[in-house]
């Protein structure tokens, strides 16, 4: 007797219960404190990446609050539902070149950008701010490692 049906049945269920555990990251990493920005003693500020989101809005840097949303809360959601998408269904007319997309450009989208954003943040205001990181950055920057993590396991189970 071959055990391949109970390692498949094993795969799938591993596979959908990270993609559930990378999605509660995700939404809890978006909208969790992610760092403190202290001005002269005095100030402090908490930002998520939401919550930077709405004050790059607020100050008019409409681009870079565009670009910061589109690539870490926009696409982020848009590759875990596309996950959903390849995990539930059996196959989709087009769900190899999807899959092969976002495992080939999808890795660099959200962690780089969030990065970029924090050094921008961070040499725009130099020596008159302090940061501190809080734990909110490490449950996002988890869940943008499970979602390659996800999208590499599913694009090579999906090539089989």
């Not at 949303?69 to 070149?97: E, H, M, R, W």
């Not at 970029?116 to 988890?142: E, M, N, R």
Request: cysteine-free.
């Amino acid at each position: 007797m071959s055990n391949e049906p109970t390692a498949a049945l094993r795969s799938k269920l591993f596979i959908r219960m990270t993609l559930i555990l990378t999605t509660g990251l995700l939404l809890i990493g978006l909208v969790s404190p992610m760092l403190t920005m202290s001005q002269f003693y005095f100030f402090e500020s908490s930002f998520s990446v939401v919550g930077g989101v709405w004050s790059l809005f607020q100050d008019g840097q409409i681009l870079l609050a565009l670009i910061v949303a589109i690539f870490s809360i926009v696409l982020p959601l848009i590759k875990l539902s596309l996950l959903y998408l390849t995990t539930l269904q059996g196959s989709f007319t087009g769900q190899k070149k999807i899959l092969v997309l976002m495992h080939d450009y999808g890795r660099w989208a959200m962690l780089d950008v969030m990065v970029v954003a924090v050094l921008i943040v961070t040499v725009k205001l130099g020596a008159v701010v302090t940061i501190d990181i809080h734990w909110g950055l490490y449950v996002f920057a988890s869940a943008v490692v499970l979602i390659m993590f996800l999208t590499h396991i599913i694009s090579k189970n999906k090539h089989e």
